[in-house]
């Protein structure tokens, strides 16, 4: 079983639909959860962190669920600039800017 | 101020050659991150170094594959013999022990073994 597992998708959503992504862990001493999003033939980029109560950025919200080890993100009103892979990222050792694991990705293309 | 950054950006080479993967880290942090980039793997971490030390090299596929960090701004992630299965991207990334988890990447180098 992989560590951290993704639907790759793609999602295809048209402007202004809601979309959610979900992602499963493996390790349940896995500490603190993250989503990157990375753009076609681009590096990956923080797009925000994960907390145990839920938190919001805008127009995006991600959830943690720990009983299920289960992570979501959820993108309201989407651009087409939103359309990219979203990673789910999980660090299982704890600690500052240590080993981050990476899911494959799940693909969200946004059209008109 | 720049981010990490990778050379060359692309690399073909033949089976057998020696590839060579640069990377120079955002100036100041102390962990330094090299990565393998597939669509049927994903992301991979292949080592990481804290303050020009490897911590985990586990992720390193075999012998042919051997990284270094002589100094704070410099790495290098070398692959002697090349092979046709070794052609991916190869992302760099580093850290700072004051930034909680973030981790920059490079634009990373893409490598084809032909």
């Known amino acids: 079983r992989k560590e951290v597992e993704q639907d790759p998708g793609p999602f295809n959503v048209p402007e202004g639909a809601t979309v959610a992504f979900n992602c499963t862990y493996s390790?349940?001493?896995?500490?603190?959860f993250f989503w990157y999003r990375q753009d076609c033939r681009k590096e990956p980029k923080l797009l925000m962190s994960v907390y145990s109560s839920g938190n919001e950025d805008g127009r995006f919200t991600a959830q943690l669920n720990r009983a299920s080890q289960y992570i979501s993100l959820l993108i309201r009103d989407s651009k087409l600039s939103d359309s990219a892979t979203y990673l789910c990222v999980v660090n299982v050792e704890g600690g500052t800017a240590s080993k981050l694991t990476f899911g494959t990705g799940t693909r969200l293309q946004v059209t008109l | 101020d720049a981010g990490v950054i990778q050379s060359p950006r692309h690399e073909v080479t033949e089976m057998g050659q020696e590839v060579t993967l640069r990377c120079k880290p955002i100036s100041g942090h102390d962990y330094l991150f090299w990565y393998r980039q597939t669509m049927m793997r994903g992301l991979e971490l292949l080592i990481y170094f804290n303050n020009n030390v490897p911590i985990d090299d586990s992720g390193m596929p075999e012998d042919r594959f051997s990284a270094k960090m002589p100094n704070a701004s410099f790495s290098t992630l070398k692959i002697q013999p090349s092979e046709p299965r070794d052609s991916a991207v190869y992302f760099c990334a580093s850290g700072s022990s004051s930034i909680y988890y973030e981790q920059f990447f490079g634009p990373g180098t893409r490598l084809t073994v032909l």
């Open positions: 390790n349940s001493a896995s500490q603190s």
